[in-house]
């Protein structure tokens, strides 16, 4: 019997199997929001994300525009 240690394609394999397999989730759709009800009347809403302000705006031909 041999008292070598296994080579690393041996050690790979191994871990293969000691994976656990994920329960399988189902996808959440994303959250949406009507850009009128977002809005609230305004032309322009700042957000915050991060610590940063951002502001959403929408154009006079109905776009919105995000700049930081």
């Known amino acids: 019997m041999s008292t070598r240690p296994?080579?690393?394609a041996a050690k790979a394999t191994s871990s293969q199997h000691a994976t656990v397999p994920a329960?399988?989730?189902?996808p959440v759709p994303p959250l949406r929001v009507d850009s009128s009800v977002?809005?609230?009347?305004?032309?322009v809403l700042e957000i915050v994300h991060l610590g940063e302000v951002y502001r959403l705006q929408t154009t006079r031909?109905?776009?919105?525009?995000?700049t930081k």
Do not use: C, D, N, Y
């Open 38 to 43: 977002l809005m609230g009347g305004q032309r």
């Open 6 to 8: 296994p080579t690393s």
């Open 61 to 66: 031909f109905g776009k919105l525009i995000l």
């Open 23 to 26: 329960m399988a989730v189902a």
